[in-house]
């Protein structure tokens, strides 16, 4: 079966760096993403990987390893309004999004 | 309009009521999905279209109907609602059937 794994919740401190771990196991590769949802809201892009190395956006940074099926999304210069869940998804070869269960992150000042 | 809008925002609703939640996006993009997101559970595909005309079944179909009549409007229809739909509703779009997806603000859904 298909699989996307991530820790269910973290705890960082304001102005400090946060990793968030995905593995996944699924039928084909055709990218990953991540997305930012706050409590009550609808997710929001973040990120995408295709091809293996770390893309960098501002104070968020995602890495791919397609090899070992794992990816992390890092967070730098941490924000009160950084406390929400991210959510990994893989494009699997229908080309149809398999979704982790997100990571709540709990910013504390 | 702007982006992805959904109605109802919440609902509750009976068990064996026909309900109608609907979805409008007004970025011209050819693909649309529905999603529903349960507490500790990733969100789950119920059914997408890949351009007006076409519709296909995701992971979770079972009591969930679609069509897809333009491009601008995908309307996710319970035929017979249970509690086990119980859930929030999100619509999502995207370009073409592989890109970056935007959401909808959901829908709240409970079956009594």
């Known amino acids: 079966g298909q699989n996307i794994d991530q820790p269910t919740e973290m705890t960082a401190t304001e102005g400090a760096i946060v990793q968030i771990n995905c593995t996944y196991q699924t039928s084909g590769f055709n990218g990953l993403f991540w997305y930012q949802q706050h409590a009550g809201e609808a997710p929001t892009f973040l990120s995408y990987n295709v091809l293996d190395g770390l893309e960098e956006k501002g104070r968020f940074s995602s890495f791919l390893s397609r090899s070992k099926g794992y990816s992390y999304l890092l967070l730098k210069e941490l924000q009160m309004k950084d406390s929400a869940s991210y959510l990994c998804?893989?494009?699997?070869?229908?080309?149809?999004?398999?979704w982790g269960a997100g990571t709540k992150l709990i910013i504390k000042p | 309009i702007a982006g992805i809008t959904q109605a109802p925002t919440s609902q509750i609703l009976a068990a064996g009521r026909r309900m109608t939640l609907r979805c409008t996006q007004d970025m011209r993009h050819n693909a649309m999905y529905w999603y529903r997101q349960d507490l500790g559970l990733g969100l789950r595909l119920i059914h997408y279209s890949n351009t007006a005309g076409t519709t296909g079944k995701g992971e979770v179909p079972d009591g969930y109907s679609v069509s897809r009549a333009n491009t601008d409007d995908f309307p996710l229809t319970l035929a017979s609602a249970v509690p086990s739909q119980t859930s929030v509703y999100f619509c999502?779009?995207?370009?073409?059937?592989?890109?970056?997806?935007?959401f909808g603000p959901g829908t709240r859904l409970t079956v009594l």
């Open positions: 999502a779009s995207s370009e073409e059937l592989a890109g970056v997806q935007f």
């Open positions: 998804a893989v494009l699997d070869s229908n080309y149809q999004l398999i």
